[in-house]
T-cell receptor
């Protein structure tokens, strides 16, 4: 069975400090991994997907298959980064479409 | 405007009274899914549908039913709601759930079962 773990429920940093939101997964196949974000009073939206290796709003995430991790990082946090962040895994094979989300991490960036 | 629409936004009901939460999308998406969001548990997938007449169980399907008779609609049915189904529910859709087609989420339905 697939599983996604975000060990930190709450994460607080000061503006300008580096931030790392942890995500570990358990899955026997090749995972498709995503980060979704929910800003206050907004809908959940996609932030990053591992395949594209892109940087969005200064965030990056690298898939580490050896450590089964997909941590989200930003070198200099901004107040507008305060939000709930979810790591998600899409199963493959016959279970393609079965999405598993982590428990979520609430990031607060203080001025 | 391209969007996923859920109704109602808020619903208070009593144990055992059947209810339906509707979800509609206007983007011609094949994939649709339902989630519940609970404090400390995050988002958990209830059911998903890869296309019309194709539905599969997510991680927490017990107590829920869905149907996908047409592409745009994916209603969530609680035949006999119980208090442990009190939660915030989200519907989402995607083109083909690939990397090039992210999930689009609805605004959520807050359900309270007394």
């Amino acid at each position: 069975a697939q599983r996604v773990t975000q060990p930190e429920k709450l994460l607080s940093v000061f503006k300008g400090a580096p931030v790392e939101l942890k995500c570990n997964y358990s899955y026997s196949g090749s995972p498709e991994l995503f980060w979704y974000v929910q800003y206050s009073r907004q809908r959940l939206q996609l932030l990053l997907r591992h395949i594209s290796r892109e940087s969005i709003k200064g965030f990056t995430a690298d898939l580490n298959k050896g450590e089964t991790s997909f941590h989200l990082k930003k070198p200099f946090a901004q107040e507008e980064d305060s939000a709930m962040y979810y790591c998600a895994l899409n199963a493959g094979g016959t279970s393609y479409g079965k999405l598993t989300f982590g428990q979520g991490t609430i990031l607060t960036v203080h001025p | 405007e391209a969007q996923v629409t859920q109704n109602p936004r808020y619903l208070i009901t009593v144990t055992g009274k059947k209810l339906t939460v509707t979800c509609s999308q206007n983007m011609n998406h094949e994939y649709m899914s339902w989630y519940r969001q609970d404090p400390g548990l995050g988002l958990r997938q209830i059911y998903y549908s890869m296309n019309v007449e194709v539905t599969d169980k997510g991680d927490v399907p017990e107590g829920y039913k869905v149907s996908r008779k047409e592409k745009r609609n994916f209603p969530l049915i609680l035949e006999s709601p119980s208090p442990n189904q009190t939660s915030l529910y989200f519907c989402a859709s995607s083109g083909v759930l690939s990397y090039n087609s992210p999930l689009h989420f609805g605004n959520g339905t807050r359900l309270t079962v007394t």
